[in-house]
């Protein structure tokens, strides 16, 4: 069966109704399945394992495979009967990157298949055994586009790397309290601290080790709109919502009439919620008299942890695990210190931009 390579620089962004309307004039019965997949791999060898394994679902010598690059940042693998111009299957592969396809890069692909339905599953079987076992932690960033709501799916790099002496607040081993809160059926996590206590470092270190997906946004506007809560709900496995910055966010209802709270409140323990999600609240303040109570109830709460500075001798553990010079003063430092000591913080960075 020829695999035949092509490039269509005439379909622009948004063209995926378009493609996919191609299949309408067919009169097969159908099905149609959506996957998606988290790698280390090319985009290229990724589109050509798939269109191998597309072709193993159809007789050889009676069928022709085509891929075809539509739009940067996607493909199609398009199966046709020999001679024929009517599409009998359709896989339209889209990923997060749409530079250096042929290097090896940490990347997101999503798969909507379109065909016969013996052929349909067996192309999403085959596919979830080849690539389905393997996942990277995504950062879900969602922001407001000309058009409303859209979101930004990021392969997340590799963190550095920490070691439980940069925490010795948790009373534990950093990976003994995060597995505890994940098995935990409270879903809230309350994470508040002075600046450049390793509070963000933390979040971050779970999601990449836990192959996570993490739903985060800097707009309030999306925070009082429900297409984000709704996506995060209905999210595939396990699942966390971060909100920075909450300190607007947190106050008791009857004080502050926070309209936002009710959200939160049925997000974490009401009657749309579902197992595998987490949230996550990080704040400057140390004082939690003013968060709601109905959010810090037990069961609903997992934890409210007091992020500090290290204490000249926690500073030199920590400083001797990261290979890293001893403070220079005998005096409490925070980590974002000890790692940066001639560097002057100037501005604070997201979750998900590389802080």
């Not at 016969?116 to 999403?124: A, I």
């Not at 990449?208 to 739903?215: F, G, I, M, P, S």
């Not at 309030?220 to 595939?236: H, P």
Request: charged share 25%; aromatic share 10%; proline share 5%.
């Amino acid at each position: 069966m020829p695999v035949d390579f092509s490039f269509v620089n005439r379909v622009h962004s948004g063209a995926a109704l378009a493609r996919f309307a191609t299949t309408l004039p067919s009169r097969q019965d159908s099905s149609s399945l959506h996957g998606d997949y988290a790698l280390l791999i090319s985009a290229h060898e990724f589109v050509t394992q798939t269109a191998l394994t597309v072709g193993q679902a159809f007789a050889l010598a009676a069928h022709e495979v085509q891929v075809r690059s539509v739009e940067p940042g996607s493909y199609d693998v398009l199966v046709r009967r020999a001679g024929e111009d009517d599409i009998v299957f359709l896989a339209m592969i889209g990923f997060d990157d749409n530079k250096q396809i042929f290097v090896e890069r940490r990347l997101h692909f999503s798969v909507t298949l379109w065909g016969g339905h013996d052929q349909v599953r067996h192309v999403d079987t085959a596919l979830r055994d080849k690539f389905g076992r393997s996942r990277l932690a995504r950062i879900m960033w969602w922001y407001q586009a000309e058009h409303g709501p859209d979101y930004r799916s990021i392969t997340m790099e590799p963190p550095p790397p920490i070691h439980d002496s940069y925490y010795p607040w948790l009373g534990e081993p950093v990976d003994a309290y995060l597995d505890r809160y994940l098995a935990s059926s409270a879903s809230v996590l309350f994470v508040m601290g002075e600046p450049g206590t390793g509070k963000t470092s933390l979040i971050r270190h779970l999601i990449y080790e836990r192959q996570l997906k993490a739903v985060i946004t800097y707009e309030e506007r999306l925070i009082n709109s429900d297409e984000m809560f709704v996506d995060f709900l209905a999210q595939d496995g396990d699942a966390v919502l971060v909100i920075e910055d909450a300190e607007s966010l947190l106050g008791a209802r009857e004080s502050g009439g926070n309209s936002l709270m009710a959200r939160f409140l049925n997000v974490s323990d009401g009657l749309v919620r579902m197992s595998g999600k987490k949230i996550i609240f990080t704040t400057n303040q140390n004082d939690f008299r003013s968060v709601d109570p109905a959010l810090v109830r037990p069961g609903r709460s997992f934890d409210a942890l007091r992020a500090r500075a290290l204490t000249y001798e926690e500073g030199c553990r920590a400083a001797a695990d990261a290979g890293l010079a001893p403070p220079p003063e005998r005096a409490d430092i925070t980590l974002a210190d000890l790692f940066n000591p001639n560097v002057r913080q100037i501005e604070k960075l997201g979750i998900g931009i590389g802080r």
